[in-house]
């Protein structure tokens, strides 16, 4: 797994200014937590990429997988398999 500092900080410094992220920048963002064993808040920034429905198609497909991967870990099978079905939605 690739993480730079310089990033961390970056979006750590934009998060507290108040400042969005693009769509494809919240879905990094989601995946970066994810690494550093911060589920609970990815969870919550990957719900909210999904939701607003601006992300590219791969993208979605990722965020749904590590939706139910967070959820598989945390033994949540029913919500683990609504990921990976709602990740289907968006194409095979």
């Known amino acids: 797994m690739w993480y730079d ?3 961390k900080k970056r979006n750590q410094q934009k998060r507290l200014k108040g400042e969005r992220f693009s769509p494809r920048e919240q879905y990094y963002y989601g995946r970066e937590l994810i690494d ?3 589920d609970t808040a990815a969870l919550s920034v990957l719900e909210h990429f999904l939701q607003e429905g601006k ?8 965020a749904c997988l590590l939706c139910a991967k967070v959820y598989e870990k945390r033994n ?3 919500q683990a398999l609504q ?3 709602r990740a289907l939605s968006y194409g095979v």
Do not use: F, R
């Not at 992300?55 to 990722?62: K, L, N, T, V």
């Open 5 to 7: 500092v310089k990033d």
């Open 55 to 62: 992300g590219w198609e791969p993208d979605c497909i990722g």
């Open 76 to 78: 949540q099978v029913e």
């Open 36 to 38: 550093h064993g911060a």
């Open 83 to 85: 990921n990976l079905l």
